[in-house]
């Protein structure tokens, strides 16, 4: 025995007995349950094929972004070994700074020593400063206008 099913086409099926295709020509068409079948295995074979197509597409999207996110570990792995460098030199130069001021706290103590002991007079010195930095502050403004004198009368 044959089982028939009713189709419509354009409206939302409706659940039926029988299969019955109504086509745009207005008439009922029933179709045997074969053909229901070959039809929805069609349709099967169609949503599987878009499905492996989907798979497809996101397997070469995740390889994509598996490389990006490699290239992006492998920059950052760059940056930190240059941020490393940098924090060597910072600790470097921190060194020679404390070295600098171990050096200048040594010259200093050594010129109080001198001082404490008369070996060095500070008055030629303060007095050499003094004049170096009123030569430089003369030098780096500028002088005024000279003011013209009322002229001289004759008497």
């Known amino acids: 025995m044959t089982t028939l099913h009713y189709l419509r086409s354009g409206a939302k099926p409706k659940p039926a007995r029988g299969s019955k295709f109504r086509h745009d020509h207005g008439r009922d068409q029933y179709v ?8 929805n295995d069609a349709l099967l074979q169609t949503i599987r094929a878009d499905i492996a197509v989907i798979r497809g597409d ?3 999207h995740r390889a994509d972004v598996t490389a990006q996110i490699a290239g992006i ?3 950052v792995e760059v ?3 240059q ?3 940098v924090h060597g030199q910072i600790e470097g130069l921190k060194g020679h700074i ?3 001021k171990t050096s200048l706290n040594v010259v ?3 010129l109080a020593l001198f001082v404490g002991l008369g070996f ?6 303060i007095k050499l400063v003094m004049e170096m930095a009123t030569s430089a502050m003369s030098s780096a403004v500028p002088a005024a206008a000279p003011v013209a004198s009322p002229p001289a009368s004759g008497r």
């Open 32 to 39: 045997t349950r074969v053909e229901y079948d070959a039809r």
């Open 58 to 60: 996101i397997a070469d």
């Open 73 to 75: 570990r492998s920059e």
């Open 79 to 81: 940056m930190k070994g």
């Open 83 to 85: 941020i490393e460098g």
């Open 98 to 100: 404390e070295g600098v």
């Open 108 to 110: 200093l103590a050594v």
């Open 120 to 125: 060095v007079q500070l008055s030629p010195a």
